[in-house]
């Protein structure tokens, strides 16, 4: 490669970026990767094997590390030092940002659900937000491969909210737990069905990545590579091509056109030498997660793009929104003084609660349009601090409760599906810059009635999940404006670059190609044209996956 002119340039290495450029190697083109964040090998640097007992306060979580101790970021997480967002009056949004080589794939929750037909075409449906530009049918061979290379773990279930993947696609699942089993038994009373989650997690080994002893707390990472992150299978298998250069601690700071306003590459600052570095580049693919890449389009504004790059339909940064979030826990009795064994599995969900409502919703049975989930807590986990949290007493009678309580606690977490509306969009501040001399992003957010109905409806149905599971709850329901969680707390964001079908009224087409620029692709959720109530990263795998794939059959036929 030119040491200043590359085929492709691909800006971040987390679910989006570390799929096009996996993608765009193996099928022959040069690559080159810049990343904000330090290199990161979680081989070598995952406290995988640390007990809490090990950390500060337990390992328990604090203002720093949300998550606890152990959260397997090296650098970022709700503040980046040195790197402030602001937002509008009136408006609460949290910003969860990876500063590391493979982003936040290396601590997300691997929950990997797929869209559905139905996902797709919210809008024909209700009238409400917008439709994909494609359907289902033409992303269900890409979500097959990306499950294939990834390794996802569930089962096949038939309910109109869970599109089957291919047969032998799907590694199998672990085995239910008791505490999931029982809230299985009392949904099912209650009409809700239960289903195996889907994680991307080996349960059977595969590359060079090891199956899931089912022994270690996923939250610290994942060393032999059975939770999937870039840095441990894409990254490493697109080196392995020779097609890939990745350089880390490279901030981008904009995307560079020429006077006929065609994208001719970027510019960034080293972040060890702190001096502004500008290469050139027949592509841009811009990965930087949803609301970065927005950010740099805002900061590339020129004579042919006032408004941002790419910004003639005026949609850049709007459209944002991310998961619903809420939730409510309970002791439940009957699993109280179990005998103490090793269910852990892998330490996530082995069953959940996938929406059941498809019906009731075309009844017009409900006062809120779009759907929900609810993933299951319990079970014996390494214990911290909140062991003996909510207990009285002290010495021995404190400790046999301790011992009987252990792992009798279900918790029912909501993460439902959000509409875009006008109050919830992105803006450059023009104020404040970063201390790399970036404008920063100032965000504005405002739930809507959609998503304080849904939430109310949300706690209610745990409340009688958990209920006619023995529990006893006095408490009364908070209300839905008090219980929702902030904008951006679930690190669902998407949408700030919506993909359509019209430039009048969309930033890219169906293959995330802008439609003011043919050589300026984004690669991450900013392409979302909706919010799904199921967590966005397969989805975001597997149309770059899907898009890189277009991309370089345009570049070998000479299009690009
Ligand atoms: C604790 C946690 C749990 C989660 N659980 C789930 C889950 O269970 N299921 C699910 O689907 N999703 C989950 N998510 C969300 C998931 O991690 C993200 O959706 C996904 O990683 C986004 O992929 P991305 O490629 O868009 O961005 P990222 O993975 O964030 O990667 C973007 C990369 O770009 C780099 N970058 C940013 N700006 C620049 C710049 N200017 N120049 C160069 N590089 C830049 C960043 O440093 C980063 O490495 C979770 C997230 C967290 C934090
Ligand atoms: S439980 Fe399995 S997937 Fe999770 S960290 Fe341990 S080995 Fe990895």
């Known amino acids: 490669m030119n040491e200043n002119k590359y085929p492709v340039i691909v800006v971040g290495s ?44 337990m390992g328990s979580g604090n203002v720093d590390k949300d998550f606890g101790f152990y959260d ?43 869209f559905s037909e139905h996902d797709f075409k919210g809008k024909s449906r209700d009238g409400l937000g917008a439709d994909w530009p494609f359907e289902y049918h033409e992303l269900a061979p890409w979500y097959d491969k990306t499950e294939s290379l990834v390794g ?42 239960t289903a195996p989650m889907h994680r991307a997690v080996l349960t059977r080994a595969k590359d060079d990545r090891q199956a899931c002893f089912y022994a270690t707390p996923c939250g610290h990472g994942c060393s032999i590579g059975a939770a999937f992150q870039t840095t441990t299978s894409l990254i490493p298998m697109a080196k ?14 904009n995307v560079t056109v020429d006077d006929q306003g065609k994208v001719t590459g970027v510019t960034y600052i080293d972040k060890n030498s702190h001096e502004e570095v500008s290469l050139q580049a027949k592509v841009v693919i811009l990965a930087a997660s949803a609301c970065e890449s927005a950010r740099i389009m805002m900061n590339s504004k020129s004579k ?37 064994y090793n269910e852990d599995g892998h330490t996530a969900n082995h069953l ?23 993933e299951i807590s319990s079970g014996f986990k390494q ?114 670059t919506r993909m359509g079908a019209s430039p009048k009224d969309s930033v890219t087409n169906q293959w995330g190609q802008t439609w003011d620029c043919d050589n300026l692709f984004v690669m991450d959720a900013g392409v979302f044209a909706s919010n799904p109530h199921k967590n966005c ?14 991309l370089s059959e345009q570049m070998k036929k000479g299009a690009l």
């Open 14 to 57: 987390g679910a989006g970026g570390a799929m096009a450029a996996y993608v765009l190697t193996k099928a022959g083109h040069k690559v080159l990767m810049l990343e904000a964040g330090r290199d990161y090998d979680p081989k070598t640097e995952t406290p995988m094997f640390k007990t809490n007992g090990e950390a500060p306060l």
């Open 537 to 550: 990263t397969l989805t975001i795998m597997t149309l770059a996956m899907r898009n890189a794939s277009w």
């Open 383 to 496: 214990p911290g601090s909140g062991v003996s949290s909510g207990l009285q007493g002290y010495g021995s009678s404190l400790k046999q409760q301790v011992k009987d309580k252990y792992g009798a606690f279900v918790y029912l977490s909501l993460r439902g599906e959000m509409l875009p509306n006008e109050h919830c969009y992105m803006e450059i501040d023009e104020d404040v810059k970063d201390k790399w001399g970036i404008p920063v992003a100032k965000f504005h957010w405002k739930w809507s009635k959609h998503e304080l109905n849904q939430v109310e409806h949300g706690l209610k149905t745990a409340k009688e999940i958990l209920e006619t599971m023995g529990a006893t709850i006095n408490h009364p329901l908070p209300s839905a404006e008090k219980a929702i969680l902030k904008g951006g707390q679930i690190i669902h964001e998407v949408g700030s």
């Open 72 to 114: 397997a970021t090296v650098d970022g997480g709700w503040s980046v030092p040195g790197e402030p967002y602001t937002t509008g009056e009136d408006s609460e949004f949290l910003w969860w940002r990876a500063r590391m080589l493979g982003g936040r794939t290396n601590h997300w929750g691997r929950y990997s659900l797929r």
């Open 352 to 374: 959940f609660i996938p929406w059941w409502g498809h019906k009731a919703h075309a009844n017009n049975e409900l006062d809120f349009p779009r759907g929900y989930h609810f």
């Open 152 to 193: 996802v773990c569930g089962t096949n279930t038939g309910l109109d909210d869970m599109p089957d993947s291919s047969e032998g696609v799907l590694q199998p699942p672990p085995k239910p737990r008791v505490p999931e089993l029982l809230v299985a038994a009392a949904a099912k009373k209650l009409g809700i069905p």
């Open 240 to 253: 392995a091509t020779g097609n890939l250069k990745v350089v880390t601690d490279a901030m981008v700071k």
């Open 304 to 340: 042919h793009h006032p408004k941002g790059l790419a910004n003639s339909s005026g949609q850049l940064g709007r459209n944002i929104m991310d998961s619903t979030g809420t939730g409510l826990g309970a002791f439940i009795p009957s699993l109280a003084g179990r005998p103490k």
